[in-house]
């Protein structure tokens, strides 16, 4: 009894290593391409559950995604001779498995490897043909389109479609960069410098009419004053000559006690003979 249960198991084992060797998966990520002794026998499977010869059949495995090549910042020359640092990116996939596998046997690197320089070619050739000011401030996706389009032309051999391919930046080298820092700070302390004299130019502009102004202003109003105090003298002058009309005697008194006050005010001290016209008030007669 134990012997048949023991020779059961087994033969359930061999059974699901058998079933399990025939059996593979598809996942919708991958790329899968069947090899029967070596040659292909049938590429992209759709996703699910596929079955295969055990000892005759193999299967491989490619990523079936959008891949991406981002590769360190290279040097272009433009259409002047300028010289660019470009950081550049770019995303692919495998189009055709069969082809893919026989033109760079599945090797994901070569694969990349081919494609970078296929596509570093193209921008290459696209920055010679254009200016520095047509690559920075230009129609870049033009550009970018052309290039895309020629690399797709070269990568069909490869079984690999370029999905895009993007530019990130667009720079001088470090040493062209610092002359043209110094060269746009020079620019910049030129036009500070022009700037800060127009500003004291039209500052001494400013100063000398407004000391003119002052100068009319003041005479036209010293002249103002002038003639207000000479009509407010001879106004006075006149009530003065129409009081002392009236009374004479008390307008000379008053005049007389105005002058005591002035004489006298304060704490000094006169040694003087008390005789003569100012004096007479003074006198008892």
């Given at each position: 009894?134990?012997?048949?249960?023991?020779?059961m198991?087994f033969?359930?084992f061999v059974a699901?290593?058998?079933?399990?060797?025939?059996?593979f998966?598809?996942?919708?990520r991958?790329?899968i391409?069947?090899l029967?002794?070596?040659?292909?026998?049938?590429a992209d499977f759709?996703p699910?559950?596929?079955?295969?010869?055990p000892g005759?059949e193999?299967?491989k495995?490619f990523d079936?995604?959008?891949?991406t090549?981002?590769?360190?910042p290279?040097?272009?020359l433009?259409?002047?001779n300028?010289n660019?640092?470009?950081?550049?990116f770019?995303l692919?996939?495998i189009?055709?498995t069969s082809?893919?596998y026989?033109?760079v046997?599945g090797?994901?690197r070569l694969a990349?490897s081919?494609?970078f320089h296929?596509?570093?070619n193209?921008l290459?050739?696209?920055?010679?043909t254009?200016?520095?000011?047509e690559v920075?401030?230009?129609?870049?996706?033009?550009?970018?389109a052309e290039?895309l389009?020629?690399?797709n032309?070269s990568?069909?051999?490869f079984g690999?479609?370029?999905?895009n391919?993007?530019i990130?930046r667009?720079?001088?080298p470090?040493?062209?960069?610092?002359a043209?820092y110094?060269?746009?700070?020079?620019?910049?302390?030129q036009?500070?410098?022009?700037?800060?004299a127009?500003?004291?130019?039209?500052?001494?502009?400013?100063?000398?009419?407004?000391?003119?102004?002052?100068i009319?202003?003041l005479a036209?109003?010293?002249?103002k004053?002038?003639?207000?105090?000479?009509?407010g003298?001879?106004?006075?002058?006149?009530?003065?000559?129409?009081?002392?009309?009236?009374?004479e005697?008390?307008y000379a008194?008053y005049r007389r006690?105005?002058?005591?006050?002035?004489?006298?005010?304060?704490?000094d001290?006169?040694?003087?003979?008390p005789?003569g016209e100012?004096?007479?008030?003074?006198?008892?007669k």
């Amino acid at each position: 009894m134990a012997s048949r249960i023991n020779l059961m198991i087994f033969l359930g084992f061999v059974a699901f290593v058998i079933f399990s060797s025939t059996v593979f998966f598809v996942d919708q990520r991958e790329r899968i391409l069947l090899l029967r002794l070596g040659e292909i026998k049938q590429a992209d499977f759709k996703p699910g559950i596929h079955f295969k010869i055990p000892g005759f059949e193999e299967v491989k495995r490619f990523d079936g995604r959008i891949l991406t090549i981002d590769a360190k910042p290279e040097n272009y020359l433009t259409g002047r001779n300028k010289n660019l640092l470009v950081d550049s990116f770019l995303l692919w996939r495998i189009a055709d498995t069969s082809l893919y596998y026989t033109a760079v046997s599945g090797d994901q690197r070569l694969a990349s490897s081919r494609l970078f320089h296929i596509v570093n070619n193209g921008l290459r050739d696209a920055f010679a043909t254009r200016t520095v000011n047509e690559v920075v401030a230009g129609d870049r996706t033009t550009m970018v389109a052309e290039i895309l389009s020629d690399a797709n032309e070269s990568a069909k051999e490869f079984g690999i479609e370029v999905v895009n391919i993007r530019i990130k930046r667009i720079d001088f080298p470090q040493d062209i960069n610092e002359a043209v820092y110094l060269r746009m700070r020079t620019e910049r302390l030129q036009e500070a410098n022009e700037t800060r004299a127009q500003g004291a130019e039209e500052a001494e502009s400013i100063k000398s009419r407004a000391d003119r102004e002052r100068i009319t202003v003041l005479a036209e109003a010293e002249q103002k004053a002038e003639e207000i105090r000479g009509n407010g003298d001879a106004k006075a002058t006149d009530i003065y000559a129409q009081a002392y009309g009236k009374d004479e005697a008390f307008y000379a008194f008053y005049r007389r006690l105005s002058a005591y006050k002035n004489v006298f005010n304060g704490d000094d001290m006169l040694v003087i003979e008390p005789k003569g016209e100012f004096f007479d008030s003074f006198s008892t007669k």
